[in-house]
């Protein structure tokens, strides 16, 4: 079964860090780039990050470029998001979201984990 | 920074045909990507590429796109249907994906 599981969220104080871990199965993983994307409580979508398969292209949202940093261990099969300098609106669930290389869109989705920033 | 803009609700009776607007500068342009995401749940993809539809997703789901409006289409909405639905592009301008704002469908 194809699957993500992300990991790692938790409540941490403003300008706190977290480490967010997302666990791939049932599919290579290494001929996937990934993404996270997060929706804060009662609110849309907003993609966060994207890593490729090499992780050669990385991309941010302006909202989190330079305090998050995405990477990804191939022969781990997993994909990590760290955050740093955590603000109050960084408050969200966060999910992973697999790729299709050909289309571009996010054909599979974790269940996500929680993040809450508050003092 | 490039918008995608939805309408916030859109109500539908039971079996009748309900109607998602995604507007963009030329998304038409753009490989357009559809979530359903019921309370609760992770989002699922619904239709890609425009018109295109996953495996395991109903026929009464389809997408189109004209100049800079895109659209979802439910046809003979069942009350299963009622979710938020977001609309989705990677804008090659910015290296950014875009989520549109979001809809509520509400099933009368």
């Known amino acids: 079964e194809v699957q993500l599981v992300e990991s790692g969220g938790g409540l941490v104080k403003p300008g706190g860090s977290l480490r967010l871990s997302c666990a791939a199965s049932?599919?290579?993983?290494?001929?996937?780039?990934m993404n996270w994307v997060r929706q804060a409580p009662g609110k849309g979508l907003e993609w966060v990050s994207s890593?490729?398969?090499?992780?050669?292209?990385?991309y941010y949202a302006d909202s989190v470029k330079g305090r998050f940093t995405i990477s990804r261990d191939n022969a781990k099969n997993s994909l990590y998001l760290q955050m740093n300098s955590l603000r109050a609106e960084d408050t969200a669930l966060y999910y992973c979201?697999?790729?299709?290389?050909?289309?571009?869109?996010?054909?599979?989705w974790g269940q996500g984990t929680m993040v809450t920033v508050s003092s | 920074s490039y918008v995608l803009t939805q309408p916030p609700s859109v109500s539908v009776a039971p079996g009748q045909t309900a109607r998602i607007t995604c507007g963009g500068n030329n998304i038409g342009g753009n490989g357009v990507h559809w979530y359903q995401q019921k309370p609760g749940q992770a989002p699922v993809l619904v239709v890609y590429d425009d018109s295109d539809r996953p495996s395991g997703i109903p026929e009464r789901f389809s997408g189109s796109t004209s100049g800079n409006t895109a659209t979802l289409t439910i046809s003979r909405v069942e009350a299963g249907d009622e979710a938020d639905y977001y609309c989705q592009v990677w804008n090659s301008s910015s290296d950014h994906y875009v989520f549109g704002t979001g809809t509520k469908v509400t099933v009368l």
């Open positions: 890593i490729s398969t090499s992780s050669g292209y990385i």
């Open positions: 049932g599919f290579t993983f290494s001929s996937y780039s």
């Open positions: 979201a697999r790729d299709d290389p050909r289309t571009r869109a996010f054909d599979i």
